[in-house]
């Protein structure tokens, strides 16, 4: 069975940083893309960030283009998220995300809060 383990949220004020993990477990990691995705309250979960299998290709969404950078480490099996100029409209929960044998898995998911 899949794990994936995230961590790193937490309480922030605007314009601060945060660096979101995931830890992954019980597949080849180094095999799969990966995705961060992130709901907020009353709102569909929504793609944040995705990052090839060597990381040599990642995607944002708009509204994160420039502030957010995902990369992970292979030989760790861990994905990042590092969060710069954080805004009160990324307050939400952060999920990492694996697509394995045609299933999405996801982790418990790590709340991040941006507020003065």
């Known amino acids: 069975q899949v794990q994936l383990v995230e961590s790193g949220g937490g309480l922030v004020q605007p314009g601060g940083s945060l660096r979101l993990s995931c830890a992954a477990s019980?597949?080849?990691?180094?095999?799969?893309?990966m995705r961060w995705y992130r709901q907020a309250p009353g709102k569909e979960r929504e793609l944040v960030a995705g990052?090839?299998?060597?990381?040599?290709?990642?995607n944002y969404a708009d509204s994160v283009k420039g502030r957010f950078t995902i990369s992970r480490d292979n030989a760790k099996n861990t994905v990042y998220l590092q969060m710069n100029s954080l805004k009160p409209e990324d307050t939400a929960v952060y999920y990492c995300?694996?697509?394995?044998?045609?299933?999405?898995?996801w982790g418990q998911g790590t709340q991040v809060t941006v507020s003065s």
């Open positions: 995300n694996v697509i394995f044998g045609a299933k999405d898995y």
């Open positions: 019980r597949f080849i990691f180094s095999n799969y893309a």
């Open positions: 990052i090839t299998v060597g990381g040599g290709s990642t």
